[in-house]
């Protein structure tokens, strides 16, 4: 009797769980679609398809669920840059599959997703309460980018990470324009990211001499 009674509870906290995570996901979903201003207790239920009082059931305020909505998404796409970078076929690439790589995860990626990212980053970075889970998404992605130049033969890559990033950072954005196609853009991607590894590999000095004969 005992064991069907923890049962039950067990099969209500997880429909509690599932209707909490929806509301979440539909919080995400109206905040890229239209920013805070879309985010309401009556849209969020809506686009939930649950009845009208189930976000104030469990989020006090408005507030309250658009700060969780953003942690929680934030806390995924960590998860799932951590993921990317465990994902090591082998110890060395070439270039030529670094463009395949950016070409893949352009694929798997599309401007849409980019441009949600890019949404929920600065909304994070703008909330203090969120800054610490936006600087370890950073950090991840960062940690990506020097994994990546390991394994292309380039040595002390750290310095190298922040560039990368904000290059990355760019293409997301311009890829909302439609200027280029995907491939060209990873193929440009790719050549910027070649660009910065020479200038690394070659130093400082030799950069400035180059560039005083220019």
Known sequence: MESHVVTR????QGRSRQRRDELLTATIELFAEGGSRAVTHRAVARRAGLPPATTTYYFASIQELL????????KQWTSDLADLTALDPGPTMSLD???DLV???FKQRGPEVAALELSIYLAATRDPALRDAATEALETFEALAVRILSRLG?????PLAASIIALVAGTALRRQS?????????R???TAIRNLIAA????????TEALKGT
């Open 200 to 207: 690394h590999v070659l130093g400082e000095k030799k950069v």
């Open 67 to 74: 700060h969780e909505a953003l942690a929680d998404h934030i």
């Open 178 to 186: 439609g200027q280029y196609t995907e491939a060209q853009e990873a």
């Open 188 to 190: 440009q991607m790719t």
């Open 103 to 105: 070409s893949r995860v």
């Open 154 to 158: 380039v040595p002390d890559g750290e």
């Open 97 to 99: 599959d670094a463009t």
């Open 9 to 12: 509870a067990q099969l209500a």
